[in-house]
């Protein structure tokens, strides 16, 4: 449900806060900014996720405690779509694609703070935060173009396949027949 | 597989060389310098004016930056260096016709020697003339000193040793006083010894009336700079003795003697000097003289004569000159001729004697008609070439000169030498395009060259017979290559861009162009595309953008951290906790460590403001911050102790590595980090000025690196191994007659890794006694990070090996299982027979430079710590001196591509087992050997990647304004890098990784070949 969704999200919003640290966001000053940016991705990537798969089960307070198996099962779907990148559906499609962006568009977002411009645009934590929003959309609007490629081919194959598979049992049954008939014969 | 094999190595290396210096040779200047002397015997024309004094004193306070006498200094003033030499400007408030304050432009790059050679010669020192700075070396241009021997005029000399090295002959023997100049340690012994015999010269000594002209140069300024920043009391001492010094000397000085007092360039914020910052071109220039007026005064001037400029901070602009304009002024005034060389132009104020400057202008027309003649000798030269594009408008100005009447004419000479001294400035930025292509090609061509051999280095297959038929064809081909290089020579020549290469350079390119070609048509490498390329991709793109170039400090540990995603992103998916675990831990290790290592940095110029210097206690000040101070020795004993640890996970921090550790290695670290533990009480006077540590911090210091190298260097190479075999007696089980003998062997899982690291920690002890303790505590963290990097790879390995086993094998992959569940006691893991992987080598090539960075360096010159030169010695001593800057400035590059060949031995047991924990028949070393070869490879292609990116940028930025202070620093970094990549690996896999395996190898003769 929403609440340990939420639960989650501000868990991640923590781990996202360390691991802008680590890249290289200042220590000791622009907290407030480091810690937004960190919250923006975390929504960005893991609330909705959360919500429709269910927060992964970790030892923290305020997640779901679920039952041993379910836990393996809710965790292994995780790993699966977030970790190994192999989603196995439309859904699960439009969770990683959109996450996946975000998290490729902060990292790009990071290279124009280099430049000499002196635009007040090019502070930190503005373009990272545009590369996420902008990654985001990218990442949204491939999870629609690849699952409707995937859905359209699966039609086809279906298709294929029904007419093969009709095909087939017209030969079967023709032949069934030739049998029928030769073994009156006989 | 034999250690000779890896010859390769070697090849690549000599390829490197090759294309680094072809293209080193067309992009760093030189310059013609022209050996002819202006004399008056045989001129028609007036060569020099009579002179309005006598003889003349030239006080050279090194480094004295104009701010530090200027009558307005920038706000907020500093109190130790602001308004403390305060005669300047007191006198040229009251006497404005007899004083003169200028603010003078030093040429770069602004390094003693250069400037000298400008102050008497009125001549532009080129940017490769920097490297000479240590060896010094005479000239043979004409000089105000030549002029004066030559008037036969004696010359008294004291001070910096620079001069003497410059001037072997010229001084008056008695009354030439030299100190050693690179002492920077020592901030009064030069200026003790130049006040102790300038005054007897002033006033009483027997050679009093002897001299002609009197140099004194004083160093304190510029060593207080060096040693511990402009903004210390130290400075205010320094500064207030020279005051007093030249209060006394014009109080003694005679009213014939003419005094000039200047700075040989400025100093950055932090004391240091070099390059071309505002700060450090921008000198201090006093000229008084006691006796006559030299001029009505400035307010008789027209104004369009007189530059003014703005010192950075302060709010009036003042009176801006080209320091070398002192040279024709000061010829002049004691009426000498002009030397030959000059640029400079003579300076108004000094000869503005009625209203309308006739003086003036005659002194500019000796002048005028000497630079013409310089150009015109010139253009006569052999590189003479050189002027073509300017020559008209050279001869355009000139002819302009004697058309215009006596008003316009001042306006036109002016104008005249100063295009002169622009032609000269950008002329002898001059490159040689074709050695350039030639270079860049050749260092392209080593890129395909690295990468076919790397692709090549994963297959074992047949690899001996390869290399040898390798080696046939690539003589072969070399030779052939030479051959049509030496044919094309002649008829190239008609081509303007290959004029001015020689033949054996032609043949050199032949040679490596034909042998490369040899290597990359055998392999044909297929281009594969893989995450940390894009890392490698955009690095070496970064060097196109001056930006990402001064950045690059803050972009390494970025892609350091990117270079860690994959192996994160791993750790969810491996097949067991314990590796799940292994993995997250280690990879927040591996962060944690490189995070720490960013906080140390100090800041270029170009990254000011938004750039705090960590690595020191302040912008402005040389010493440590106190929280390193404080963590500086218990660092000492952590290091070691977190090594032991890491080691003992695979049971091998047994053998040597238990003497060596607790015994050798820690007592060297905490050796490096007393000895500037002490360094850092002398510098900052902690316990008063009574105190010396110097003797007690040499004999540390020598006692450090002595025992390291012979200590450590002997037990290594004698038992290259951290294995202890303990037998024991298992009481005879029933049904057996007797009982057996179980040997153990702990540390068999790491067999080879575990004794290259501590032949690497060799070398790090090294390092580390060079490093000042900031930097030590970031080579410190990269060892960590190293280590937590090498268990990451190693993991990974196995999880993959799992995984792939799963899809094709599930009961062996049970087995692996097992094995590895085992691996954490210590009995033999597996043998992965994956090899070693460019996302491995990446994050170790990118640690390489984050320590550089980390370490207090910066790719420019001004930051090269000279202060590791006296580590050893508390003078300058030839070779140990230099060999120290360069250890301390590319040890920590050297250490980390050194570490490279970890990634194919680490965690590899000396036999294979096959699945029954038996010992197999086949022995890895032809593979361990192969796979350190590999990942040489890697990292060698690595910086060979970065080198042709800041190679292009340099060439094709070449007129960018940035290009001698961000480009070509940048290049030569990258040179430097490649060359100490090339040196470290062939230390690695020949002494290193061939000492170890060839010692395993007969401990464990079963099974192996």
């Given at each position: 449900d929403a609440w340990k969704a939420w639960a989650f999200t501000i868990y991640t919003t923590l781990a996202y806060y360390v691991v802008l640290v680590l890249f290289g966001a200042p220590i000791a000053t622009h907290l407030p900014h480091t810690a937004l940016l960190a919250s923006l991705l975390a929504i960005l990537t893991v609330f909705i996720p959360a919500y429709a798969l269910g927060p992964p089960v970790l030892p923290l307070p305020f997640l779901s405690q679920s039952t041993p198996s379910a836990a393996v099962v809710l965790n292994d779907t995780w790993v699966r779509v977030f970790a190994e990148r192999k989603p196995h559906s439309a859904a699960e499609r439009a969770l990683l694609y959109p996450a996946l962006g975000a998290v490729v568009g902060a990292w790009t977002g990071v290279i124009p703070i280099g430049l000499d411009w002196d635009r007040p645009w090019q502070a930190y934590p503005l373009t990272p935060a545009y590369g996420a929003a902008l990654g985001y959309t990218i990442g949204a609007l491939s999870a629609l173009v690849v699952s409707g490629t995937v859905f359209l081919a699966a039609q086809d194959v279906d298709r294929t396949a029904e007419q093969v598979a009709v095909k087939n049992k017209n030969q079967k049954a023709k032949e069934r027949k030739k049998r029928g008939k030769e073994l009156k014969e006989a | 597989m034999q250690i000779q094999k890896s010859w390769i190595l070697l090849y690549l290396a000599s390829l490197h060389l090759a294309g680094i210096y072809l293209f080193t040779r067309g992009f760093l200047l030189s310059r013609l310098s022209l050996?002819?002397?202006?004399?008056?015997?045989?001129?028609?024309?007036?060569?020099?004016?009579?002179?309005?004094?006598?003889?003349?004193?030239?006080?050279?306070?090194?480094?004295?930056?104009?701010?530090?006498?200027?009558?307005?200094?920038?706000?907020?003033?500093?109190?130790?260096?602001?308004?403390?030499?305060?005669?300047?400007?007191?006198?040229?408030?009251?006497?404005?016709?007899?004083?003169?304050?200028?603010?003078?432009?030093?040429?770069?790059?602004?390094?003693?020697?250069?400037?000298?050679?400008?102050?008497?010669?009125?001549?532009?020192?080129?940017?490769?003339?920097?490297?000479?700075?240590?060896?010094?070396?005479?000239?043979?241009?004409?000089?105000?000193?030549?002029?004066l021997r030559a008037a036969n005029k004696n010359i008294a000399f004291m001070g910096d040793d620079t001069w003497l090295t410059v001037f072997p002959t010229s001084f008056h023997p008695n009354m030439s006083h030299d100190f050693d100049s690179f002492n920077v340690e020592d901030l009064h012994t030069v200026d003790h010894g130049v006040t102790a015999n300038l005054f007897p010269l002033l006033t009483d000594s027997p050679h009093a009336a002897s001299w002609d002209l009197l140099i004194g140069h004083f160093l304190g300024v510029d060593h207080v700079g060096h040693r511990i920043g402009p903004d210390h009391p130290a400075m205010k001492a320094k500064q207030q003795?020279?005051?007093?010094?030249?209060?006394?000397?014009?109080?003694?000085?005679?009213?014939?003697?003419?005094?000039v007092v200047l700075g040989d360039h400025g100093m950055d914020r932090k004391g240091d000097h070099g390059g071309d910052g505002d700060l450090e071109v921008s000198s201090a220039l006093w000229i008084y003289s006691k006796g006559p007026a030299l001029s009505l005064g400035s307010s008789f001037i027209p104004a369009y004569l007189l530059q003014n400029k703005t010192f950075p901070g302060e709010s009036l602009p003042h009176r801006w000159v080209q320091q070398i304009d002192l040279v024709p002024s000061l010829s002049l005034l004691l009426g000498l001729p002009i030397p030959f060389n000059n640029l400079g132009t003579v300076i108004p104020e000094l000869f503005w004697r009625d209203k309308s400057g006739t003086e003036y202008l005659k002194a500019l027309n000796i002048n005028t008609r000497q630079v013409h003649e310089y150009l015109a000798t010139y253009r006569a030269s052999s590189a003479g070439g050189e002027l073509d594009l300017v020559w008209n408008d050279l001869q355009t100005a000139w002819s302009k000169i004697s058309e215009s009447g006596a008003t316009t004419k001042l306006t036109f000479s002016i104008a005249y030498t100063r295009l002169a001294l622009e032609t000269c400035r950008s002329l002898w930025a001059q490159f040689n395009v074709g050695l350039m292509a030639f270079g860049l090609t050749t260092l392209f061509l080593s890129l395909f060259v690295g990468w076919s051999l790397y692709e090549r280095s994963g297959r074992l297959a047949q690899w001996d017979t390869w290399v040898s038929a390798l080696g046939r064809t690539t003589s072969l081909l070399a030779a052939a290559g030479a051959g049509l290089a030496a044919v094309a020579y002649m008829p190239s020549q008609t081509l303007p861009a290959l004029q001015g290469i020689s033949v054996s350079q032609y043949i050199l390119f032949g040679a490596c162009l034909g042998s490369a070609f040899g290597v990359v048509f055998s392999v044909r490498p297929v281009p594969r595309l893989s995450f940390s390329g894009l890392i490698l991709v955009l690095h070496s793109l970064s060097f196109l953008s001056n930006s990402y170039t001064f950045w690059e400090d803050r972009a390494v540990p970025f892609f350091l951290i990117t270079s860690l995603a994959p192996t994160f992103t791993t750790a969810f998916s491996a097949p067991t906790s314990h590796l799940r675990r292994r993995i997250l831990f280690f990879s927040a290790i591996f962060a944690a460590a490189v995070r720490l290592m960013a906080m140390s940095s100090v800041c270029r110029e170009e990254q000011h403001p938004w750039c705090t210097v960590t690595f020191f206690a302040g912008a402005t000040v040389a010493e440590p911050p106190s929280l390193v101070v404080a963590l500086a020795l218990p660092s000492c004993f952590l290091l070691p102790w977190i090594i032991r640890r890491l080691l003992s996970i695979s049971k091998s921090e047994n053998g040597i590595a238990k003497i060596f550790l607790p015994y050798i290695f820690t007592p060297t670290l905490l050796a490096g980090t007393a000895y500037w533990l002490m360094e850092w009480v002398d510098t900052s006077s902690l316990l008063g000025d009574t105190v010396d540590l110097r003797l007690a911090r040499t004999l540390l210091a020598r006692c450090a690196i002595g025992g390291i190298v012979i200590a450590g260097g002997a037990l290594w190479s004698i038992v290259p191994v951290c294995l202890q075999i303990i037998s024991q007696r298992v009481p005879a089980e029933d049904g057996e007659t007797e009982g057996k003998t179980q040997v153990t062997v702990l540390g068999f899982a790491n067999a080879f890794g575990s004794p290259y690291f501590i032949f690497w920690c060799i070398t790090l002890a090294i390092v580390w006694i060079t490093t000042q303790l900031t930097g030590q505590l970031a080579l410190g963290l990269g060892t960590v990070a190293l280590l937590a990097h090498l268990e990451l790879a190693d993991s990974v390995r196995d999880a993959k090996a799992v995984l792939d086993a799963f899809d094709t094998n599930p009961s062996a992959a049970l087995a692996l299982l097992q094995s590895q569940s085992d691996s954490a006691t210590g009995t033999p893991s597996i043998v992965s027979s994956s090899v070693v992987e460019f996302n491995e080598i990446v994050p170790i090539a990118l640690l390489a430079l984050h320590a550089f960075y980390t370490s207090g360096h910066q790719s420019t010159l001004p930051s090269i710590q000279w202060k590791s030169a006296f580590v050893l010695t508390p003078t300058l001593t030839y070779p140990f001196s230099p060999a120290l800057v360069v250890i301390n400035h590319f040890g920590p590059v050297f250490l980390f591509a050194l570490a490279a060949p970890l990634l194919a031995l680490w965690n590899v047991a000396p036999l294979k087992l096959t699945s029954s924990g038996v010992p197999g028949a086949s022995s890895p070393i032809p593979a361990v050997i192969l796979g350190a070869v590999r990942a040489s490879i890697g990292i060698m292609l690595y910086f060979s990647v970065l080198l042709v990116g800041s190679a292009v940028s340099a060439a094709w930025l070449r007129r960018h304004l940035m290009v001698w202070k961000v480009f070509a620093p940048r290049y030569m970094m990258g040179a430097a890098e490649v060359v100490f990549v090339d040196l470290a690996v062939l230390l690695g896999v020949w002494v290193g990784a061939g000492r170890v395996t060839s010692r395993i190898r007969s401990m464990f003769p079963k099974g192996t070949q």
């Open positions: - | 050996s002819a002397v202006t004399s008056c015997a045989n001129s028609t024309t007036p060569c020099t004016l009579p002179p309005t004094h006598k003889r003349a004193v030239l006080l050279i306070i090194d480094a004295l930056r104009f701010d530090f006498i200027s009558p307005h200094p920038p706000e907020p003033h500093s109190p130790y260096h602001h308004n403390i030499i305060t005669l300047p400007k007191e006198l040229t408030a009251q006497h404005p016709r007899h004083s003169f304050l200028f603010n003078a432009h030093a040429d770069p790059p602004t390094a003693t020697l250069q400037r000298i050679k400008g102050l008497v010669t009125g001549s532009l020192p080129t940017f490769v003339d920097a490297g000479h700075n240590f060896a010094g070396s005479s000239i043979d241009e004409d000089s105000i000193i030549r002029q003795q020279m005051n007093d010094v030249l209060v006394r000397v014009v109080d003694v000085m005679d009213e014939d003697t003419l005094l």
